[in-house]
């Protein structure tokens, strides 16, 4: 439902987060549904995400990064749970996310 909810909608978005995003499937789809825009990938297991940045390599997208993070848990929040960019991930998309959080480009 949700891909032909986003074929009929005329959206161009320039971030997404996808929150929960476990092994990145549909991260990793709407970061080729809509290539102009910066693609975060959320989620807590690191397991997940390693495997996420294992799938966004072989597809060879470059506007999808992953992060560990808690949504639950706003950044600055609690120093042990602050977000970290999974090894690998993108530059593009993670210093955009990087430069968001931290104020700096």
């Known amino acids: 439902y949700l891909k032909r909810?986003?074929?009929?909608l005329p959206l161009e978005p320039r971030a997404i987060l996808d929150?929960?995003?476990?092994?990145?499937?549909?991260?990793?789809?709407?970061?080729?549904?809509?290539?102009t825009a910066c693609v975060i990938g959320m989620d807590l297991g690191a397991g997940d995400l390693i495997?996420?940045?294992?799938?966004?390599?072989a597809a060879h997208v470059d506007n999808l990064?992953?992060?560990?993070g808690d949504i639950q848990r706003p950044i600055g929040m609690n120093?042990?749970?602050e977000w970290s960019v999974v090894?690998?991930?993108?530059?593009?998309?993670a210093g955009s996310m990087n430069?968001?959080?931290?104020?700096k480009k």
Do not use: Q
């Open 5 to 8: 909810a986003l074929d009929t």
């Open 19 to 35: 929150a929960g995003c476990g092994k990145g499937y549909l991260s990793l789809y709407l970061a080729k549904r809509f290539p």
């Open 51 to 57: 495997e996420a940045e294992r799938i966004r390599m």
């Open 65 to 68: 990064a992953f992060v560990r």
């Open 79 to 81: 120093a042990r749970t």
């Open 87 to 93: 090894p690998g991930s993108t530059p593009a998309a």
């Open 99 to 103: 430069s968001r959080k931290t104020g």
